[in-house]
């Protein structure tokens, strides 16, 4: 009972906004001391543990994911590739949604920073579509879901994080993403262009400047396509075919990065600074909720918490299905208050005995987590994406416009989810 009590005292802090990483290793710092069968004696585990982080050669891949997409964030690539696409799609009805969409899957498969993602293409995409006589409802719709793709897309950060704490090859993790994430792409286009033929009047074709001929727009749109492909292949293409680790293929992405910006013309050292000193708070503070979920989990499993959650599912309800149901509920209803960072160190590793029990595929359990948790990031009423938004298109949408189109992309998502319930097969292409 002392280990349910401890979870509920820990979420009650995170939502009167007590930092993470306090929280967690406060509340188990005060439930060690004052539980008769613990005491402080126990932390004198926790060293080891944390050791063991320190050694963990795939949780090194975050930083330099991290670092990766910072320093493309600032090279201007969004902002080219969108006015490309814009130009390529922009004369069909909702083309340049279609192009905000891809724009979003490319930037998702080069930075895999959900939040960096929304910020941009709410700075460069909204005023764009909205200037072109696009609803601001399906325009914040459509730059919310496309910048939240980076949660399932890889190098998702996301799965490089779900993968250690289930035991998971990244690498096959990576693999594993592609196909829903491609399905997600592919039904949020779907959507648009039929939401273009029903009500034309807020999806128009934009005008195209006469002067360019429609080779000339493929061409500039393959120039502004290429550099980044590239880099996504050198990434992903390394890890899929075995040349590189995950941790291996992000420091080369890094160097592709660099090589990127010198090309765009947008390297500087102070741009690199920047980004680095970026990449060190962000990354001190997943590594610090890290060292506080590890003694949470710690004093947490001492109290019987993982014994407790084990022994209700297959006394209770010994059904995989059940398990999944309430598990996704659980975690979508969680993703509401927390970030992503405190679910996969805090609520999943509690789920990942009874994963192993009810002998469920970690890999597909992974993939399901990964999209349930992007969905509840553009959930109302407190979606972190929708708060990116709003923060960054300020008073150019309200926020009933933002929750009014982003709905049917959240119903698109949990669409998605089920098709990988009913066909686990897609994630073992």
Do not use: C, H
């Not at 050669?57 to 975050?62: D, R, S």
């Not at 741009?271 to 001190?284: D, F, H, N, R």
């Not at 319930?421 to 994630?427: A, D, Q, S």
Request: glycine content about 8%; aromatic content about 12%.
């Amino acid at each position: 009972m002392s280990a349910i009590i401890m979870f509920f005292v820990a979420l009650f802090l995170l939502l009167i906004g007590v930092p993470v990483a306090f929280a967690f290793g406060g509340v188990a710092l005060l439930f060690a001391i004052f539980s008769p069968q613990l005491g402080i004696e126990l932390f004198s585990f926790l060293p080891f543990r944390i050791y063991g982080i320190m050694q963990n050669f795939t949780l090194m891949a975050v930083p330099l994911f991290i670092f990766m997409g910072l320093i493309l964030e600032k090279s201007q690539m969004a902002k080219d590739l969108l006015l490309s696409m814009s130009k390529l799609f922009g004369s069909i009805r909702g083309g340049l949604a279609v192009s905000v969409v891809l724009v979003g899957a490319i930037l998702a498969a080069s930075t895999g920073i959900v939040g960096a993602s929304v910020v941009m293409m709410s700075v460069i995409a909204l005023p764009l579509m909205i200037n072109n006589g696009y609803s601001k409802s399906l325009s914040s719709g459509v730059v919310a879901s496309s910048g939240t793709l980076g949660q399932i897309i890889p190098p998702s950060i996301v799965l490089i994080v779900l993968g250690d704490v289930m035991s998971v090859s990244v690498g096959e993790l990576f693999k594993a993403a592609i196909i829903p994430g491609v399905l997600l792409v592919s039904l949020y286009i779907i959507y648009i262009l039929i939401y273009a033929k029903k009500y034309p009047q807020f999806a128009p074709a934009i005008d195209i400047d006469e002067n360019l001929n429609k080779k000339e727009i493929i061409i500039e749109a393959i120039k502004s396509v290429l550099a980044p492909l590239i880099l996504m292949f050198m990434v992903l293409g390394s890890i899929f075919f075995g040349i590189a680790s995950p941790t291996e293929s992000a420091a080369f992405g890094v160097i592709g990065a660099l090589f990127l910006t010198i090309y765009n013309k947008t390297f500087s050292m102070s741009m690199v600074i920047e980004s680095a000193q970026k990449t060190v708070a962000l990354t001190g503070m997943i590594f610090m909720i890290l060292i506080g979920a590890t003694a949470f989990s710690l004093v947490f499993n001492e109290l019987g918490g993982t014994d407790i959650i084990l022994d209700f599912f297959l006394d209770e309800i010994d059904s995989k299905v059940a398990f999944i149901i309430i598990s996704m509920l659980a975690i979508f209803i969680l993703g509401f208050f927390i970030d992503f960072i405190e679910i996969s160190f805090i609520v999943v590793p509690i789920m990942v005995p009874i994963v192993e029990e009810l002998n469920i595929d970690p890999l597909w359990f992974a993939i399901l987590v990964a999209l349930n948790l992007q969905t509840s990031f553009l959930t109302p009423p407190f979606g972190l994406a929708l708060f990116f938004l709003k923060g960054a298109a300020k008073n150019l949408v309200n926020t009933l416009q933002i929750y009014k189109g982003i709905i049917p992309f959240i119903i698109i998502q949990i669409i998605t989810l089920l098709i990988i319930v009913v066909f686990p097969e897609i994630i073992k292409w």
